[in-house]
């Protein structure tokens, strides 16, 4: 079997994080795709948590760490990442927020293969993000996993 060579991961969300319900995040590489479902309780508490923090900045943050897990599960040396623009203007806030968390978790993504842009309708990270079940890999972050995330955004 031939190892595929520096491939495109997209990245999308079902809805956006400041909305209420869970959240879902996916990363798709080609066929395979990895889904994070950010728990609606965990996100109350993050807002409660940080109050130092605008509720703007817990919402980068929290899409930035959900992309960077479902990434860590696909990612191969070379591969480009792209981020959808949900949050337009601050694209750049969220490409340094899943650098620094692809870091963490022991991922070597080049600064330079992270971007920001649409991803459409018709991607593959799309159709996961909306049916989770489609997903090769899946990932709950609940109230149990607040310490992690915790330590994943530098906020311990």
């Known amino acids: 079997m031939r190892k595929e060579l520096m491939a495109q991961i997209y990245i999308d969300q079902s809805i956006k994080i400041e909305q209420r319900g869970d959240s879902k995040i996916a990363a798709a590489r080609g066929k395979k795709s990895c889904v994070v479902i950010i728990d609606r ?9 940080s109050r130092r923090l605008t509720r703007k900045r817990v919402f980068l943050s929290l899409f930035a760490l959900g992309a ?4 860590s599960k696909l990612y191969e040396k070379e591969d480009k990442v792209t981020l959808d623009e949900e949050y337009e ?7 340094e927020i899943f650098y620094s968390v692809s870091l ?3 991922k070597n993504i080049n600064k330079k293969d992270i971007a920001s842009s649409k ?5 593959w990270a799309d159709l996961v993000a909306r049916s989770p ?10 109230i149990k996993d607040r310490a992690r995330v915790l330590k994943l955004l530098g906020w311990e």
């Open 133 to 142: 079940d489609l997903a090769n890999y899946k990932i709950r972050l609940d």
């Open 119 to 123: 991803v459409g309708k018709r991607c």
């Open 89 to 95: 203007g601050n694209e750049v806030a969220i490409e």
């Open 68 to 71: 960077a897990l479902a990434v």
């Open 41 to 49: 309780r965990l996100k109350r508490m993050m807002l409660k948590y």
């Open 104 to 106: 963490k978790l022991s």
